[in-house]
């Protein structure tokens, strides 16, 4: 028993070191109060980066507690992301929430405790473990968006998202309990023996339909997508910053894996639900957001497409196509994170603005900041030579090799609606009467900006190497 | 072969990093540097070019081919590939490209940013040759909409002109949809054939042909090349892209981008035409392309315009030719391309003069400038009969070649003549237009009132016209001993094996093309002569047949289109509200559970049960217990104390169905829960905003508000019933014989030491769960206290309760009476007999503890009880005369408790069990006589504490905001002694 658990804590050890991370800046930040934040956020990045190298340099495969704890190399892949999108907020928000006052020191520390769950959902093998994660990470993000408690709007889509969440909670429950009750297991590799021994049950079928629900919530995909705009639009930017990145990357690997493991036995089962589930995004994602002027709400209209090109990798069902989903997402979160730093520019002397108007002939007052976001809409809007090409490309093929044609085509041609709003944002930058810049961008923004654009310009040199990595991620399901 | 030949690749890289490496250099000069950058390009596109025709005897043979190691794990490579036809095309792209570049130094003025425009046609230019050399078809995507965006930037590139950023926009739009629409085509092109590599699909073409998914890739391609080189029904972006430069017109727009789409079909040529499929969708396209395009081209009256459509009308020509399918069709189509580049670039750049020198290009406003600018003049009208297709001129061969080829298309069985017919018709509007441009531009008297007095340009300028008119001669001449050999090398490259005989001879002899030739110049000029005033007079500027057709209208009418659809689309399925939202989710999964449910539809219903008639005292009580619960859920929003006075009563019927079905201790527990949260939940409400009767509600909102309300009854309703009957199922199934149940049943005595299996399982068998939720527990009280710290009640709940202020009235009405003592007199009874309970009821909760292993009872009811005691005192008394008596210090009970509890966890470590091991005996006690005293019991004592000090402390915490008074009024009372110090 206690060697098993010596090496299950070995295996978890990035996770616990995070955990442990969390409370010590809790007692930090209780102990000396509001002026830490400061040093508590710093704290934070550091204990992330340092689990991102631990996670990334110094694990190894394995199950952990009887195997409810897996690391493998999708593991590793999706945590280090999840773990640099969080760094990556921290970094973009604290001169955000400063000032605009609610600098508190729970901020930092409620993302690292997300975090926290976010990779406790990535390693997850088993329901439990999945629930678990799935609430750590989902409640931490309740309360972030509600954390500008004087705001009207982020205390109401903190409100709104919990209700939802706590729905689609009861949903995810009530579909595990019901897979449980046909299979008799919460542990993914024994529901898929089971899955594959026995014949379809309605009730199994209705536990997945559930299951899936649930998940989809998390990653905002239609049709459990309607708390999206209101929540990003209504939070504080930086936590739709983080909302948008790495708690997506969470959970699209819990669907990839939950479907992949588990339910593997009955993928004809789920692929048409999730084919259906990615056409409807795509659709919604790309349609939906041509009526936007607030960019915040474009970016959630723009998420949920995004999420529904995520899919048509999964539904592929192949190796190929997890390659897809993973690169993806990396790509996607490179995206949003610099498109998120560009919004937390949006700042005049009068204070931050949303509106896509505002960005009116932004290319002749801060031409720098108007060409960089050009590209990332370009990226985003999935035009070559740039990520969100590739991005795209990786998951069309995909879906294409698994015969999956129309999926396919639905899917660009979604993609072209959506270059059309991406295209109306460059239009507004280049070419409307200049309404005045911006203040200057602080540093950190300059830098995950910088970092974004160069990373989606760049990525037709470095493609090959990163998308070994990535294969090397998706081998570890098949 | 010299050395240089040995090493292709690497005449093959430059050719295409030349111009990436000139544009990046072009962009880092400063703003002003015209020269510099102009020469910098110069010597750019002069690399590229000299690579090329250094290259050109290795291509006579087969492709030349360069490969660099790229995306391994996708099976893609970069390829630079260089044939026969892409040489042609790179020299296109180069040569006229240099040309254009020289132009440009003279035609941009000097106060435009020129290095960025140098830096923006250079990159274009790499992006052209990344198309004409890829050797896989993912790159020939990828750079395909490289140009695309660099096309944008080019006709934006004078952005404070509203029609520049218009049509920049449009023409970004439509190019780039198509690509996006190419890349599927590409996608499935390579799928079909097994690899992206160029070589391996165009040695596939049976397999393409046969597969039934070639029709869906051929639509995506042909989109793709249709929206690039402007066809038919796409075709509007062009003319509305001239507000560019007019460099940028002659060498994208007539030269160079234009025929990416034309290059495409080409480059495909031998794996997609030849099928009905194709000769149906590329020939109609292109035929209706030529006509529109001439026709409509025939009434511009601006200059660029009536170029403009006639590139359409000219690249329609081309696809027209290669939609016949036939192999002298595509040696007529190359030929045809080659020399519209030459004879459209020149006109480009004659216009391009005409208007920097006159300073307008409005064919109504020109006249007879052949004085002004006689060489100009020559040069324009030479390439405009080229366009018209004069003999003696190149634009005369390739126009035959067509002519021939329509008439002896020898598909077209049924519609023999309609193709001639249609051609000539095409070329006598060619010749129309030509004429017009000619006549209204250089004759008539001189034109009076110029913004600017032309003359001619300067002669560098003007020497790449000169060029290419040269050309055009030449070549119109000499063909065979001119292009004849680079052509030849071109169609091999694409049709190998299947190259037909074709001459190139100026004199074919009289036959029928050159009849229809005949006709459509003598058309041509009989028409114009007819029709000169009224197209002259036209105010339109178009023909009026077009306007219900007009591109341009039905592209603003679907954007603008789309764009309502979508915030009509958002307003009417999207809301803002919670509610719809929540009502949304839950009717989706009810589908989906419908739907999932479907196939299995016959194997339900097979495990039938049977009723039995229920007690009708049961039936009573459930009967009031459910009309409970529909008074809350229907008085919920309006009436919250009637509704949670009703939710007790359900609660109530729930504590007797305990009872009823043989339960104590969970009627028990939950007589005691229900009775706490109710007090709790009265406390809380009084702070809670009143309903705000002085606000208006307009009568259609209230019929709304109505349904809205009959609404969530009817949702609540259906809640409640599939619960209930969720609940009934499970209960009146037959009990499972190997259940969980039936274990505990068993074990609890011996294993856990007590009788009451509830209260064993909370504390033995599953007492790591109960300390999981007494800490919960323990966390809501403390939360309750936090949050209601520092809450000030809202403004209108401030104000005492009516009863009170009708009693404080008829105090201060009474001089015998003191303000309070109405109150003081109603609550006498009841308080003295609830401070008389107290010690019974404390005794009571001692009593559930002690029995509690073996009968109903326990840590958790006792608790709870005790509790009671506490909300008892302080509702009977008020806050301050209780706490002047009796401090409770909520946090220490809640400390000890579960310090207790997790302490006796702890301690079977001391014996090397494992966490919460239990154990038990009984203890023979004075008076009290056999007590059980399992370990299990001091757990229970932390529960006990634990539920004890979190209800007070969530009551102290309330009551306490009874104590608060707003600031402004002066205390009646000593202030309360801040809540920190009470707990």
Not at chain 1, 11 to 39: C, H, N, Y
Not at chain 1, 263 to 276: G, K, L, N, S, Y
Not at chain 2, 168 to 176: D, N
């Amino acid at each position: 028993m206690l060697p098993d658990l010596r090496s299950s804590i070995a295996l978890a050890s990035p996770e616990l070191f995070l955990a442990i991370a969390a409370m010590v800046l809790l007692m930090i930040g209780v102990s000396v109060g509001r002026k830490a934040t400061l040093l508590v956020t710093s704290l934070a990045i550091v204990a992330l980066a340092v689990a991102a190298v631990w996670v990334a340099g110094f694990s190894h495969d394995g199950a952990a507690f009887g195997g409810m704890f897996v690391m493998d190399s999708f593991a590793r892949f999706a945590k280090v992301l999840a773990l640099a999108g969080s760094a990556a907020t921290l970094l973009m928000g604290y001169n955000f929430i400063r000032a605009a006052r609610f600098d508190t020191i729970e901020f930092p520390v409620l993302i690292v405790l997300c975090t926290l769950g976010m990779m406790v959902m990535i390693s997850a093998g088993d329901m439990l473990a999945l629930y678990m994660g799935l609430e750590l990470q989902s409640l931490a993000i309740y309360v972030l968006a509600a954390s500008n408690r004087d705001s009207l709007r982020s205390t109401e889509a903190g409100l709104k998202y919990f209700v939802l969440g706590a729905l689609s909670s009861g949903m995810l429950l009530y579909g595990i309990s019901l897979v449980y009750g046909y299979t008799g297991n919460t542990s993914f590799a024994a529901i898929a023996q089971a899955l594959a021994a026995d014949q379809r049950q309605l009730g199994l079928v209705f536990g997945l339909v559930f299951v899936l629900a649930g998940l989809a919530f998390k990653i905002s995909a239609v049709p459990f997508h309607m708390w999206t705009p209101d929540v990003y639009e209504g939070a504080p930017t930086p936590v739709t910053a983080f909302m948008a990145a790495a708690p997506k990357m969470a959970a699209i690997a819990l669907t990839v894996r939950v479907t992949m493991d588990a339910f593997e036995p009955i993928a004809a089962d789920w692929r048409q639900i999730v084919i259906f589930i990615s056409i409807a995004s795509m659709a919604l994602g790309s349609f939906a957001a041509i009526g936007q002027r607030n960019i915040k709400r474009l970016m959630a209209y723009s998420s949920i497409g995004h999420m529904g090109f995520v899919l048509v990798g999964l539904a592929a069902n192949s190796q190929e196509g997890v390659r897809g989903v993973a690169l993806y997402m990396l790509i996607y979160l490179v995206m949003t994170l610099g498109t998120f730093a560009f919004i937390m520019s949006m700042r005049r002397t009068t204070g931050h603005v949303e509106n896509t108007d505002e960005l009116s002939g932004l290319a002749s007052t801060n031409p720098v900041m108007a060409t960089v976001m050009t590209l990332l809409m370009f990226s985003l809007a999935g035009i070559p030579p740039l990520a969100g090409f590739w991005a795209k490309w990786y998951v069309f093929l995909a879906a294409i090799n698994a015969q999956l044609y129309t999926l396919a085509v639905i899917g660009v041609l979604t993609s072209v609606v959506g270059a059309y709003y991406y295209l109306r944002v460059i239009k507004i930058m280049w070419f409307d009467e200049p309404v005045g810049g911006f203040l200057p961008m602080s540093g950190e923004l300059r830098a995950v900006l910088g970092f974004s654009g160069a990373f989606i310009l760049l990525y037709i040199v470095f493609g090959g190497p990163i998308g070994r990595v990535a294969s090397a991620a998706a081998a570890s399901f098949f | 072969m010299t050395d240089t030949l040995a090493r292709p690749d690497l005449l093959l890289l430059s050719m295409i990093l030349a111009p990436w490496v000139g544009a990046v250099l072009a962009g880092l000069l400063p703003r002003y540097a015209r020269n510099g950058a102009a020469a910098l390009s110069w010597v750019v596109a002069l690399v590229g070019l000299v690579s090329a025709i250094l290259l050109y005897p290795n291509i006579t043979d087969g492709p030349v081919r360069h490969e660099i190691r790229w995306m391994p794990s996708l099976g893609i490579d970069f390829v630079l590939r260089l044939d026969g036809l892409s040489w042609l095309f790179s020299v296109l792209v180069l040569g006229i490209g240099a040309l254009v570049v020289l132009y440009a130094r003279y035609y941009m003025s000097p106060k435009d940013p020129v290095p960025r425009f140098f830096a923006y046609l250079l990159a274009f230019m790499g992006a052209m040759q990344g198309v004409v050399m890829a050797g896989n078809l993912v790159q020939l995507a990828i750079f395909w909409e490289l140009t695309s965006l660099f096309s944008f930037l080019l006709i934006g590139y004078w952005y404070n002109n509203q029609l520049a950023r218009d049509g920049a926009r449009m023409a970004l739009t439509v190019t780039a949809a198509g690509g996006l629409c190419l890349l599927i085509g590409v996608l499935l092109l390579g799928h079909i054939a097994g690899s992206y590599d160029l070589d391996v699909v165009l040695g596939a073409g049976d397999q393409i042909k046969r597969s039934p998914l070639y029709l869906p890739m051929l639509v995506f391609v042909l989109l793709g090349a249709f929206t690039k080189s402007a066809q038919f029904p796409f075709h509007f972006w062009l003319p509305r892209a001239m507000a560019a430069p007019t460099p940028v017109s002659a060498y994208l727009h007539s030269a160079t981008m234009v025929k990416a789409g034309i290059f495409l079909m080409m480059r495909l040529w031998p794996v997609l035409a030849g099928t009905e499929e194709w000769y149906a969708i590329v020939g109609t396209a292109g035929i209706l392309t030529l006509l529109i395009g001439a026709y409509a081209a025939i009434f511009q009256h601006d200059l660029k315009g009536l170029l403009a459509y006639s590139t359409i009308s000219h690249l329609g020509l081309i696809t027209l030719l290669l939609g016949l399918g036939t192999p002298l069709g595509f040696v007529a189509a190359l030929f045809h391309t080659l020399n519209h580049a030459t004879f459209k670039a020149s006109l480009f750049m004659a216009a391009g003069i005409i208007d920097h020198e006159t300073g307008t290009r409005d064919l109504r406003r020109l006249s007879g400038l052949r004085k002004a600018m006689p060489i100009t003049a020559t040069l324009a009208i030479v390439a405009a009969a080229a366009m018209a297709g004069v003999p003696l001129l190149n634009g005369f061969l390739s126009k035959e070649m067509f002519l021939a080829e329509a008439v002896s298309n020898p598909r077209d069985y049924d519609r023999n003549l309609l193709l001639p017919v249609l051609a000539t018709l095409a070329s006598t509007f060619a010749v129309l237009y030509s004429l017009r441009f000619i006549h209204q531009t250089f004759f008539g008297p001189p034109a009076q009132d110029l913004p600017s007095t032309p003359h001619e340009p300067p002669h560098w300028m003007r020497f790449p016209i000169e060029l290419l008119v040269l050309i055009c001669v030449v070549v119109g001449i000499i063909p065979g001993l001119t292009i004849g050999p680079f052509l030849a090398t071109g169609v091999q490259s694409v049709l190998g094996e299947a190259t037909p005989y074709y001459s190139l001879a100026v004199w074919h002899g009289f036959n029928l093309p050159l009849l229809m030739s005949l006709v459509a110049l003598a058309g041509g000029t009989v028409l114009y002569v007819l029709f000169r005033r009224p197209i002259n007079t036209n105010p339109h500027g178009g023909p009026r047949l077009f306007r219900p057709f007009d591109g341009v209208r039905i592209f603003d009418g679907v954007m603008n289109g789309l764009t309502a659809a979508s915030e009509r689309g958002a307003s009417v399925f999207g809301t803002n509200r919670l509610q719809p939202q929540l009502r949304n989710i839950i009717l989706v999964m009810l589908l989906a559970a419908v739907l999932a449910a479907l196939p299995f539809w016959s194997g339900l219903g097979a495990n039938g049960f049977t009723l039995t008639p229920p007690d009708p005292g049961f039936v009573v009580l459930w009967l009031l217990g459910i009309g409970c619960a529909l008074i809350a859920a229907w008085q919920a929003k309006y009436h919250r104390l009637a509704a949670v006075v009703m939710l007790g009563g359900a609660g109530l019927a729930s504590c007797i169905s305990f009872v009823w079905l043989s339960a104590p201790d969970l009627a028990t527990t939950q007589l005691l829960v229900e009775v706490v949260t109710t007090v709790l939940l009265l406390l809380g409400l009084r702070w809670l905003p009143k309903r705000q009767d002085a606000i208006h509600i307009p009568p259609s909102e209230q019929r709304r508000a109505k349904a809205r309300r009959v609404s969530d009854l009817l949702v609540a309703i259906a809640f409640g019933a599939f619960t209930a009957a969720i609940a009934f199922r499970v209960m009146t199934m037959p009990a499972a014989p190997d259940g969980i149940g039936r274990f505990f049943l068993e074990h609890a005595y011996e294993q856990g030491g007590g009788r009451n299996v509830v209260n064993v399982l909370l504390v033995d068998f599953r007492a790591l769960d109960t300390l999981g939720e007494i800490s919960v527990l323990g966390l809501v009280g403390l939360t309750v206290f936090a949050l209601l710290l520092r809450f000030r009640p809202g403004a209108d709940s401030l104000s005492a309760p009516e009863q009170q202020r009708v009693q404080r009235a008829s105090d201060e009405r009474h001089e015998t009476r003191q303000p309070g003592d109405t109150l003081q007199d109603t609550m006498l009874v009841p308080r003295v007999v609830m401070q008389w309970l107290f010690p019974v009821i404390v005794l009571f909760a001692v009593h559930l503890f002690l029995r509690g292993h073996d009968e109903p009872g326990g840590g958790f009811a006792a608790g709870i009880a005790m509790s009671i005691a506490f909300i008892l005192q302080y509702m009977a008394s008020g806050t301050r005369w209780v706490e002047d008596r009796l401090r409770i210090r909520p946090l220490k009970w809640v400390a000890l408790g579960l310090g207790i509890a997790t302490l006796t966890g702890m301690g079977s470590w001391i014996f090397g069990y494992p966490f919460l091991t239990s154990w038990f005996r009984y203890a023979e006690l004075p008076v009290l006589g056999r007590v059980p005293l399992p370990s299990a019991i001091l757990f229970d004592i932390g529960v006990f504490g634990l539920v004890v000090g979190s209800t007070v402390l969530v009551l102290i915490a309330l009551a306490h905001q009874s104590l608060r008074k707003p600031r402004d009024r002066a205390p009646a009372h000593p202030p309360a002694p801040p809540l920190e110090e009470v707990v």
